[in-house]
C-alpha cells in the first residue's frame, strides 16, 4: 500500500511545516526524493540540556507499510547520548520498534527524538560505552556531550579543556574524529585513550 | 458505473466465486471506469474539503477525513478499513493510547458517519491534471459525490472503442474526432476506415492518386496497371509482333516508329508464322491453285517462284483469313525477293523477264491473253512451233507454251512485228501486278487495323458492363448487410431475454486483447423481450483495468432500441451473466453463473443517449483467465460461449 504510505507522508508533511514547533524552528523537515520515501529531519537540541543549541540532522525513511510500521530514523549528526551510537547513529528508541502506533506521525516522532535528548534511558542503552559513563560519571557525560555538540551540532558551549586533549591526542598523528572517540570513551584520560587507538 | 464507495450507498456486494481478493471491502464490482482514487476504500477521504475539515473527523492512521468511521471502546476514530489492517498487523493496541484493542471492541460510528458525509468537498476531478482550466472545482456535499462524478464532465471514462481514458466532456468528441479506433470515411474511395490505419489505407487507396513511375503522369491508383498495360508511353513494352519473332523492346511511345520501319520485316514473321501453322495443319498451299507447279514436276519449295496471272492474286488475298492465303502470301515474297536478287533468271521466269526479252514475252503474253494463269516450268522440252503458227488458241499446247528456253528464241524472231504489238501491254500488267501486290498488303494491314479497332472497342462496351455490374454488385452487397442486420436483430429479438454468444477464434482473439489492439469486443444486440430493452455484451478477453492480464471481464451495456419509448427507465431487473462449460458430461458441467440486480442510480441503467450506453455493468474481474485457459472445457473449438438472461421486473 505504498500509495497510502506516500498520501499520509503528503499530509504529514503538509502538516509538519505549517506546525507551532517548526514556527519556533525547534524541528524541520525536508523532502530528499520525489517520492516521500526519504526525508531529511532536523531536531534543536533541548533547552537546559547538554544537546541546548546543537542541530541534529536525522535521517528518515519511510517503509511501504507505513503508517502501518514505524519510519526508519537515525542520527546523521554525530552525538552522545546513552540512547543513540555514537558510531552509527542509530537510536533506541521504542516508539520507533514495537511501541509504534499508527497514531504517530512525523511531526511526534521528532518531537518524541527531542523528547529522548533531554531524558536519556540508559538501562536500555544503545551506546554501552555511553551509558556506562552517563551512570558513573554524569559531569564527564554532560562535558562530552556538550563537546559533541559543540563540534559536530554546532552547538555554542566550548569545551576547552577537551578540545585541548583531542588536539593532543591528534598531533601524535591521529585522525581528530578517533582521538575524540577514543578520549571519550576513555573518559578523557589521554594515555587510555592513546593505548587503546594503538592496539585498535 | 458503480463505484465501491464504502461510505455511500453500497454497490451491491460481490457475488462471484472469482470475482475478487476476497476482502468483501474490495469488491470489484466495477464500471467502465477506473476505480476514482477518491473511493478508494483502503483508507480515508483523500480530498479537499471546504472549508478544511475539524481535526476531529480525520482518521489518525491515514490522516484522511473518516471513511466508514469505527470507534473504539477507549474514544478513537479510525476508518473502517485502517483500523481493522492496524489491529491485523500490528499489536492489538489502540494507535493512539497503546491500549489493548480487540477487533470486537469496534463499532461502527454512524454519528461520525452522517457528520462527515454532510461535510463539503471540492470535485477533484480530472485526477492528474495541472491545468486549472481543466478542473471541476466544483463543491458538492461529500454524500453526492458519486452521483456527481456520474455527471462530472471531468470523470474520465474508457473510450467503448479504444478503451482510453477521456474526460467525460471530451467523450463524444473523442469518438468523433480523435479516437484511434474510429471509423471514417475515405474520401477518395468512401470505404470506411478505422482511424488509426488511415495512413495505411492512404498509401493503398484504390482512389488515391499515384505518379506512374514510367511517365510521371498522375494517376488514380488502381487505374495504374491499365494505365501500364496499355496507355504509359514511357512503358517498357515487348513488340506486338514479338509472338512472331520480333525482338525488338522498347518504350511504347517508340512503338509506331517502329512499326512504321519494320513493317516487311513483321509480315515476313508473319509469313513463317503462317507457313509453320500450314505445316502443323498439313496444308498445302499450292494444291489449292488452278495451276499447280507440282503437277508439272516442280517442287514448290525449291522452286518457289510461280508466275501467276494477275487475276489469281486478288482471290488470295480478299480472302485473307482463309486458308488460301497462305500460299498466295509465300507465293508474293518469294516472288518480291525473287524480283530483288535475279531479275533477269530467265527460263524459269518468262513473265517477270519482260524487259531484257521483249521477244519470249510475245509469245508469253500471247499465252496469256487468251488464259489467266500460266506456270513455268524448266526444262520442258516442248517446241513451241505452235506459237509460232499463232495456234495460240489451242488449250492443250497453252499450258506449256509460256515455259520457253533460250534456243526458243529463235523462233520468236521469225515473227518479230506480233511481239512489238503486245510487248507494251505486257510490261504494264506486270507492273500493276507487283503494285497489286503491294496494295493486297495493304489492305491486309487495313483489315487487321480495323479488326483490332474492333477489338478494342468491343473490350470498351464489355469493361462499361463490368463496371456497371461492380456498381450492382456493390448495392447488392450494401442490401444484403442491411438485411443480415435485420436478420440478426430479429435474431436477437426472440431470444425472449435469452442470448448465447459465441465467441469464436477465441486464441486469436485474446491475443489480440493481450497485444492491446482490440481490447475489447461487443456481442451484437439482442433483446429483453420482442418489444423489450436492447443490450450487448461487451467481454474484455484480456480483463481491463486493474483485472488486465488476470480475468476475464464481463459487462452488460444497454442500447437505444426501437422501442425505448414503451419501456421503463432506468431498467429495473435481473441479469444473468455466464459462462458456459462446454463439458461433453453434462453432469461435469460447471458453468460460472452471476446474477446481477439493476440499481437504478447508476448511469449503465439509464435510457441509453448513445447508440450504445458508454456505461457498462458487470464484473472487471468475472472470471480468472487461469480457469479458463486451464480448463478445456470452457473454450471447445475454439469458441467461448457466454450467456445472458435478462429478466426486467414488470
Request: aromatic share 8%; glycine share 4%.
Given at each position: ?135 558513573e560519571n554524569q559531569a564527564i557525560f554532560l562535558q562530552t556531550a556538550r563537546h559533541w555538540t559543540n563540534v559536530y551540532a554546532g552547538g555554542p558551549h566550548r569545551e576547552q579543556v577537551l578540545e585541548q586533549k583531542v588536539e593532543q591526542v591528534k598531533n601524535m598523528g591521529f585522525e581528530e574524529h578517533r582521538a575524540r572517540v ?19 | ?28 464490482f466495477i464500471p467502465d471506469l477506473d476505480v476514482h482514487p477518491a473511493f478508494d476504500t483502503s483508507s480515508g477521504w483523500d480530498l479537499e474539503f471546504v472549508p478544511q475539515q475539524d481535526e476531529k473527523y480525520n482518521c489518525s492512521i491515514c490522516q484522511c477525513v473518516l471513511r466508514e468511521p469505527m470507534q473504539t471502546e477507549c ?13 491485523r498487523e500490528s499489536d492489538r493496541r489502540c494507535p493512539v493510547d497503546n491500549q489493548y484493542l480487540d477487533e470486537n471492541q469496534l463499532f461502527q460510528d454512524n454519528f461520525a458517519k452522517r457528520e462527515t458525509l454532510d461535510l463539503k468537498v471540492r470535485c477533484p476531478n480530472p485526477l492528474n491534471s495541472a491545468d486549472k482550466e ?517
Amino acid at each position: 500500500m505504498a500509495n497510502i504510505a506516500e498520501a499520509r507522508i503528503r499530509r504529514e508533511f503538509k502538516e509538519v511545516v505549517k506546525s507551532e514547533e517548526v514556527a519556533k524552528c525547534h524541528i524541520k523537515v525536508e523532502l530528499v526524493n520525489d517520492n516521500y520515501t526519504e526525508l531529511r529531519g532536523e531536531i534543536i537540541g533541548p533547552p537546559d540540556t547538554a544537546y541546548d543549541g546543537g542541530k541534529f540532522i536525522l535521517e528518515i525513511k519511510i517503509p511501504d507499510t507505513y503508517p502501518f510500521n514505524p519510519p526508519k530514523v537515525k542520527f546523521a549528526t554525530k552525538i552522545w547520548h546513552p540512547n543513540i551510537s555514537s558510531v552509527t547513529g542509530a537510536i533506541c528508541l521504542d516508539i520507533l520498534k514495537d511501541q509504534w502506533a499508527a497514531a504517530m506521525t512525523l511531526r511526534t516522532v521528532l518531537l518524541s527524538l527531542q523528547a529522548l535528548l533531554a531524558t536519556a534511558e540508559p538501562n536500555d542503552p544503545q551506546d554501552a560505552v555511553v551509558a556506562k559513563q552517563y551512570k558513573e560519571n554524569q559531569a564527564i557525560f554532560l562535558q562530552t556531550a556538550r563537546h559533541w555538540t559543540n563540534v559536530y551540532a554546532g552547538g555554542p558551549h566550548r569545551e576547552q579543556v577537551l578540545e585541548q586533549k583531542v588536539e593532543q591526542v591528534k598531533n601524535m598523528g591521529f585522525e581528530e574524529h578517533r582521538a575524540r572517540v577514543a578520549l571519550s570513551s576513555a573518559n578523557w584520560d589521554p594515555e587510555r585513550a592513546t593505548e587503546s587507538l594503538l592496539n585498535s | 458505473m458503480a463505484y465501491n464507495g464504502s461510505g455511500l450507498p453500497r454497490t451491491p456486494p460481490v457475488t462471484g466465486q472469482y470475482s475478487s481478493s476476497g476482502s468483501s471491502d474490495n469488491s470489484t464490482f466495477i464500471p467502465d471506469l477506473d476505480v476514482h482514487p477518491a473511493f478508494d476504500t483502503s483508507s480515508g477521504w483523500d480530498l479537499e474539503f471546504v472549508p478544511q475539515q475539524d481535526e476531529k473527523y480525520n482518521c489518525s492512521i491515514c490522516q484522511c477525513v473518516l471513511r466508514e468511521p469505527m470507534q473504539t471502546e477507549c474514544g478513537h476514530r479510525f476508518c473502517r478499513a485502517c483500523i481493522l489492517k492496524w489491529l491485523r498487523e500490528s499489536d492489538r493496541r489502540c494507535p493512539v493510547d497503546n491500549q489493548y484493542l480487540d477487533e470486537n471492541q469496534l463499532f461502527q460510528d454512524n454519528f461520525a458517519k452522517r457528520e462527515t458525509l454532510d461535510l463539503k468537498v471540492r470535485c477533484p476531478n480530472p485526477l492528474n491534471s495541472a491545468d486549472k482550466e481543466q478542473r471541476c472545482e466544483q463543491i458538492i456535499t461529500l454524500n453526492k459525490l458519486q452521483k456527481h462524478f456520474q455527471d462530472c464532465p471531468y470523470t474520465t471514462v474508457l473510450c467503448p472503442n479504444c478503451s482510453k481514458g477521456i474526460y467525460q466532456c471530451h467523450l463524444s468528441e473523442h469518438l468523433q474526432n480523435d479516437c484511434e479506433q474510429r471509423k471514417i470515411q475515405c474520401s477518395l474511395c468512401h470505404q470506411e476506415v478505422v482511424a488509426n490505419k488511415q495512413k495505411e489505407h492512404d498509401e493503398n487507396c484504390p482512389e488515391s492518386f499515384m505518379q506512374c513511375p514510367n511517365c510521371e503522369q498522375s494517376l488514380i491508383r488502381h487505374k495504374l496497371i491499365q494505365h501500364l498495360n496499355s496507355d504509359c508511353p514511357k512503358a517498357y513494352v515487348k513488340c506486338s509482333f514479338h509472338k512472331h519473332g520480333c525482338e525488338f523492346e522498347g518504350e511504347r511511345q517508340k512503338m509506331m516508329e517502329h512499326d512504321e520501319t519494320s513493317v516487311v520485316r513483321h509480315v515476313s514473321m508473319m509469313n513463317q508464322t503462317l507457313l509453320r501453322m500450314c505445316a502443323a495443319i498439313s496444308f498445302n498451299p499450292i494444291t489449292s491453285t488452278t495451276h499447280s507447279p507440282s503437277s508439272l514436276g516442280i517442287p514448290a519449295i525449291e522452286n518457289p517462284v510461280v508466275g501467276s496471272g494477275a487475276a489469281s492474286f486478288p482471290s488470295y488475298f480478299i480472302n485473307g483469313a482463309s486458308g488460301s492465303a497462305v500460299p498466295g502470301l509465300t507465293q508474293l515474297l518469294n516472288h518480291l525477293s525473287q524480283l530483288q536478287i535475279q531479275p533477269v533468271t530467265t527460263a524459269s521466269l518468262p513473265p517477270i523477264s519482260y524487259t531484257s526479252m521483249p521477244i519470249q514475252s510475245v509469245s508469253y503474253a500471247a499465252n496469256i491473253g487468251g488464259q489467266e494463269t500460266v506456270a513455268a516450268a524448266e526444262g520442258h522440252d516442248r517446241n513451241i512451233t505452235g506459237d509460232e503458227q499463232g495456234d495460240l488458241t489451242n488449250s492443250e499446247q497453252r499450258n506449256s507454251s509460256g515455259r520457253t528456253r533460250y534456243e526458243d528464241t529463235k523462233s520468236f524472231t521469225s515473227k518479230p512485228s506480233d511481239a512489238n504489238n503486245f510487248e507494251v501491254p505486257i510490261d504494264t500488267r506486270l507492273t500493276s501486278s507487283n503494285d497489286y501486290q503491294f496494295m493486297s498488303i495493304k489492305s491486309q494491314n487495313d483489315f487487321q487495323n480495323e479488326s483490332l479497332a474492333k477489338h478494342d472497342h468491343e473490350l470498351m462496351i464489355l469493361k462499361h458492363q463490368m463496371e456497371c455490374q461492380e456498381r450492382l454488385i456493390r448495392e447488392l452487397k450494401g442490401k444484403v448487410k442491411t438485411l443480415e442486420n435485420n436478420v440478426q436483430d430479429f435474431e436477437g429479438r426472440n431470444g425472449n431475454g435469452v442470448y448465447v454468444w459465441k465467441i469464436k477464434n477465441y486464441q486469436k482473439l485474446r491475443r489480440e486483447a493481450e497485444k492491446g489492439e482490440t481490447t475489447a469486443i461487443h456481442s451484437t444486440s439482442f433483446y429483453s423481450s420482442f418489444y423489450g430493452y436492447k443490450l450487448c455484451i461487451r467481454v474484455n478477453l484480456n480483463g481491463v483495468d486493474a483485472a488486465k492480464g488476470t480475468h476475464l471481464s464481463l459487462f452488460i451495456h444497454f442500447m437505444q432500441g426501437e422501442y425505448d419509448d414503451l419501456l421503463e427507465w432506468p431498467f429495473s431487473g435481473k441479469i444473468v451473466l455466464t459462462v458456459i462449460d462446454q463439458n461433453p458430461i453434462c453432469e461435469m458441467r460447471n458453468h460460472l453463473t452471476e446474477t446481477l440486480h439493476s440499481k437504478p442510480n447508476l448511469a449503465a441503467f439509464q435510457r441509453p443517449t448513445s447508440f450504445r450506453n458508454h456505461k457498462g455493468f458487470g464484473y472487471m474481474e468475472f472470471l480468472p483467465l487461469n480457469v479458463i485457459e486451464g480448463s478445456s472445457t470452457y473454450i471447445k473449438n475454439d469458441t467461448l460461449i457466454i450467456r445472458a438472461n435478462i429478466t426486467p421486473n414488470s
